[in-house]
């Protein structure tokens, strides 16, 4: 029965270390890279023109994802639940304007925004406000970031 306590304990340990290396592979050093941005709905995703791509930008450890939208319909983002950014004094992240050049030549104005990252690859909780006046709850997703080439 100790003999099993014990092996127990040491898989349990060596799980503990093997996530920690896992987190500290995760760890992106300052800078900027392309990443996939994806969501849990159709409605909410980045413009065709990008193709999924946002632009992450890591500093002192702390990392915010620039996605430009399909249009100017979300005219706020929460990091974190719906219920939550309905309460008083909530950090709403508020759009920028950002021009797209689509493929057919045209141009259009849309709304862009920069959301903080709390981790690469694992979903996390985005709350989105339409133009109507509604919150709603969303898991979006950051992975697979490659470093822009210095230019």
Known sequence: MKRMIALALALLLALCSFAALAEAAETLADGVYN???TTDHSMFHVNEAYGN???LTVKDGQM???VTLV???IVNLFPGLAEDAEKEGA???EPTTDTVNYNDGTTGEVYG???PVPVIGEEFDCALLGK???WYDHKVMVSNPVPVEAE
Do not use: V
């Open 113 to 115: 925004f920069d959301i």
């Open 53 to 55: 791509i946002g632009t």
């Open 35 to 37: 990443a996939e941005f």
């Open 91 to 93: 950090a709403l992240l």
């Open 71 to 73: 249009s100017k319909n």
């Open 132 to 134: 109507k006046g509604k």
């Open 64 to 66: 915010t994802i620039h």
